[in-house]
């Protein structure tokens, strides 16, 4: 990404990560929320590498998190598919955002779209709903708004409308019955 251009329009995309190598580099607080939201999207496989981590790392547990107490290598790139960088050094940025996209990851360098070949949007769940909002790395602080003021309107007892939709568009996909396909439709109104 070049931050100089003007702002272009981003192709939105939910990621499947389980099973899928992720990196992530950096220990403090920045690197722990980003690996926090990496195993909140089901990632399973997350190699964190920094010299010292951040107390909250202690919360994430086991939950297939490889940790490595040092500093970053290439070598850890090996086979990384989603790669975040998240340190307070220039160099290191540069470094990994140019050598994960060289290696076909990828990368997210915080708060360095010029590094980066994919930006984190500020995200909303509940249940199975799941709602990003991004300004094209223009301005997070306004996603994060954007995100707060979606959580008034879609929190709280919504996922379980979500959940009804699911089985009842199940069941309109595997029924001919015109009345399936009413109901569902007739619920999809209500909301």
Known sequence: MNSTAPAQALYPVFLDLRGKPCLVVGGGKVAFRKTEALLKAGATEVKAVAPLFHPEFSRLGKKGIKFFKREF??????????????????????????????????????????????????????????????????????????????RKLYGGAFSRKVEALRRLRLKMLSSKSKKDKQAYFRLLRGL
């Open 73 to 150: 290598r290439l070598s850890d790139l090996k086979g990384a598919a989603i790669v975040v960088c998240a340190t307070d050094s220039e160099k290191v940025n540069a470094l990994v955002g140019e050598a994960a996209e060289k290696n076909g990851a990828l990368v997210n360098v915080v708060d360095r779209p010029a590094l980066c070949n994919f930006i984190a949007p500020a995200v909303f769940r509940n249940g199975a709903l799941t709602i990003a909002v991004s300004t094209g790395g223009a301005s997070p602080a306004l996603a994060k708004k954007i995100r707060i003021q979606l």
